[in-house]
Nanobody, 121 residues
Framework: QVQLVESGGGLVQAGGSLRLSCAAS????????MGWYRQAPGEQRELVAA???????RYADSVKGRFTISRNNAKNTVYLRMDSLKPEDTAVYYC???????????????WGQGTQVTVSS
């Protein structure tokens, strides 16, 4: 009933930039926090950045000053601008959103399918 679709991943050289997008669609009453996680091979999934509906953002220490998260509430979309990319940023990036599907439902977490980001040295 709810879908999160990511786009914007790809291959980039170290020092380059990418912009990820994630659009939520389906039965949505309200969205609270939206965010991005990443998972490198053999590693645990980790939080990259998250943003509330009012625009308050937080970042992993490893990406502070290089990545910027933003959202368009009217479009139920969250973005991740990634600058000064490093090879260690290589991972599958997943979008997540904390969503209430009806006025009566509770809050649930939904995830996108993931998009690959590869940074070459």
């Amino acid at each position: 009933q709810v879908q999160l679709v990511e786009s914007g991943g790809g291959l980039v050289q170290a020092g380059g930039s990418l912009r990820l997008s994630c659009a939520a669609s389906g039965r949505i009453f309200s969205i609270n926090v939206m965010g991005w996680y990443r998972q490198a091979p053999g590693e645990q999934r980790e939080l990259v950045a998250a943003i509330t509906g009012s625009g308050s953002a937080r970042y992993a220490d490893s990406v502070k000053g290089r990545f910027t998260i933003s959202r368009n509430n009217a479009k139920n979309t969250v973005y991740l601008r990634m600058d000064s990319l490093k090879p260690e940023d290589t991972a599958v990036y997943y979008c997540t959103a904390h969503i209430k599907t009806t006025i009566y439902s509770g809050w649930d977490d939904y995830w996108g399918q993931g998009t690959q980001v590869t940074v070459s040295s």
